[in-house]
């Protein structure tokens, strides 16, 4: 099967960039992809969501926000995809300091809450696992 990139504002990775986390995509212990933020001096931020085609395309189909008929080799999104979203808690929460602070953060970092938490949510089974260096 052939993968491909598609080319748009939307689907652009940032300039410049000094920092890139990723961290692994799991479903019952098979990895199905990873998701990594790329961000430079600007603070801008990329995403970037890379399928695992060789795991079951079953599982594949539950990455919520991508369309795997394009079959790209990777999804980058310069908006915080829906697979963020659903994970962390946006920055006008009420209960947002006392969440951070549970998980001895600071600072309502999206990529790091999503590890600590491993992305726990009720719309599906995804668990992120970070990736260390």
């Known amino acids: 099967m052939s993968h491909k990139f598609v080319r748009s504002y939307l689907n652009e990775h940032v300039k410049c960039i000094t920092r890139v986390r990723t961290a692994n995509m799991v479903i019952d212990g098979q990895i199905i992809g990873t998701l990594t933020e790329e961000s430079n001096d600007a603070e801008e931020v990329s995403w970037v969501i890379r399928p695992n085609y060789d795991a079951d395309p079953k599982l594949l189909g539950i990455i919520p926000g991508i369309d795997l008929d394009l079959n790209l080799d990777e999804y980058v999104r310069s908006f915080e995809p829906y697979i963020v ?28 809450y999503m590890c600590r938490t491993h992305g726990i949510c009720g719309n599906n089974p995804i668990r992120i696992e970070r990736i260390e260096d």
Request: aromatic share 8%.
């Open 85 to 112: 979203e659903e994970r962390t808690v946006d920055d006008d929460r009420p209960d947002l300091p006392k969440r951070l602070k549970a998980l001895g953060m600071r600072w309502n970092d999206k990529f790091e």
